[in-house]
Nanobody, 116 residues
């Protein structure tokens, strides 16, 4: 079993920054994909940013240039640095990890609220 623990969410004013972290622990042999999704009530969960084991990254158009995803393979941790936050970034952010195998796991979600 794999556990994902997220941290770093909170309330911030527009233009501010937050850094999300997601640490994976448990029966981990090899992590392939790590990503962050977000969801607002009434809408589908959407991919925000992703990073592969080789370091390739992908971003939603709405966050390009403002968000940066990174990972520490030694710690099985993925980060999301969010700068220049906007009210429309308000959502519950979920960490997603896909192991080689494959097997996928989700974090419990962390609330990010950006006030105008």
């Amino acid at each position: 079993q794999v556990q994902l623990v997220e941290s770093g969410g909170g309330l911030v004013q527009a233009g501010g920054s937050l850094r999300l972290s997601c640490a994976a622990s448990g029966s981990i042999f090899s992590i392939n994909f790590m990503g962050w999704y977000r969801q607002v009530p009434g809408k589908l969960r959407e991919l925000v940013a992703a990073i592969t084991s080789g370091g390739s990254t992908n971003y939603a158009d709405s966050v390009k240039g403002r968000f940066t995803i990174s990972r520490d393979n030694a710690k099985n941790t993925v980060y999301l640095q969010m700068n220049s936050l906007k009210p429309e970034d308000t959502a519950v952010y979920y960490c997603n990890v896909i192991l080689v195998g494959p097997a996928a796991y989700w974090g419990q979600g962390t609330q990010v609220t950006v006030s105008s």
